[in-house]
């Protein structure tokens, strides 16, 4: 008789191996929350209103990567749902009190 205990051990390295993908996704998300106040408020600051018009697309496109990215971690559990806009709000402060 073969008693195979890799299935046994195999249990929390996976868990591990997801955490690490769990963490690794967060940390894509607000990075590009990060980016995406850092282009606000360049484009804030911009006198040039086409390049202002650009770098507040680029940031829309950092936001909705962003949500993307969470919505996949809402999915595998990892974070709660949210009411719309709060995200946005709190990247918006954080990176403005800078």
């Known amino acids: 008789m073969v ?3 890799h299935a046994v051990t195999d249990v ?3 868990a591990a191996e997801h955490r690490r993908q769990m963490r ?5 998300m607000v990075v590009h929350l990060e980016r995406a ?8 600051q911009s006198a040039n209103p086409v390049l202002a018009g650009l770098l507040r697309e680029r940031a ?4 909705r990567r962003a949500d ?5 971690l809402v999915a595998e559990g990892a974070l709660r749902r949210r009411p719309p806009g709060t995200l946005r709000a709190a990247a918006t402060i954080r990176t ?3």
């Open 12 to 14: 929390p390295r996976h």
């Open 24 to 28: 690794a996704l967060f940390r894509c």
């Open 37 to 44: 106040a850092l282009l606000e408020i360049r484009a804030e």
């Open 60 to 63: 829309e496109d950092h936001r």
């Open 96 to 98: 403005a009190r800078r």
């Open 3 to 5: 008693i195979h205990l």
């Open 68 to 72: 993307g990215v969470r919505s996949h």
